[in-house]
């Protein structure tokens, strides 16, 4: 017979999903450090052996990851599955970038929709960090690609966060770490044409605009914009490389034949 008595939460269990709360809702990024145990369990008001046990059982997930001697890490376990798989998928099938492309444009449109309704004042101030980092770069026009690269990801990703759908931030950031090579080459690309980069710091801006304004439309209209703009530009750029492929064939073709002297070549 049930005794109907209601069975007691452990402590560590409701540790464990206020950590895994902030796993999944960006709080707490893959890579990122645990705080000192004993500040920890200070800020959750826990003792130091509950708190341990509730990271075991994370480390035992796969969402953390103890190191000996240099502390607590949150793992890229959410993510990892999804972003190795695509990555090499877009390797062996370059064609599939356009579909990539088009389904990060939903993802934003949506999320910057949501972004501008939902967001916080401390997500609006997060934003408007990450956007005058990526301001500051771009402002250095061909100088520093990797940190524009960085820069870039790191303003959408924000406005991702700030949609406060834990999907939006997941997915957006596995699908950043999967097309990162390709934002970086269109990027290089862009900043050949003065004027092409000046556009796109303006869409920037006006995605940003949209944002502190708090409207929703501006701001899907406003990513709209953008990734239509990193298609076509997609689009030159390959046949930027493509020219640039068959004219170092003709040099090749071009030069003088090599001519043997004693069976050995010589140009």
Known sequence: ?????????RLSDTIARELERRILDGALKPGDRLQPERELAAELGVSRPSLREAIQKLVSKGLLQSRQGGGTYVTDRLDAGF????????????????DLLEFRGMLECEAAGLAARRATDADIQRIGEAFERLESLFAQGPS??????????????AIAEAAHNVMF???TASLFRVIHDHIDRNLK??????????ELRGQHRAIWDALRKRDPEAARAAVLR????????MVARALHEERESRAEVARR????????ADGVEVG
Do not use: C, N, Y
């Open 189 to 198: 690309h862009l900043r050949r044409q003065e004027d092409d980069w000046q």
């Open 144 to 157: 520093g690609s990797e940190e524009q690269v960085a820069a870039d990801l790191a303003f959408h990703q």
């Open 1 to 9: 017979m049930a005794s109907g008595k209601l069975a007691v939460q």
């Open 169 to 171: 931030g997941h997915l």
């Open 83 to 98: 972003t190795d798989h695509w990555q090499e998928m877009l390797r062996q099938h370059p064609d599939i970038q356009d």
């Open 253 to 260: 073709l071009s030069r003088p034949a090599v001519a043997k």
């Open 226 to 233: 953008h990734i239509g703009f990193v298609s076509e530009s």
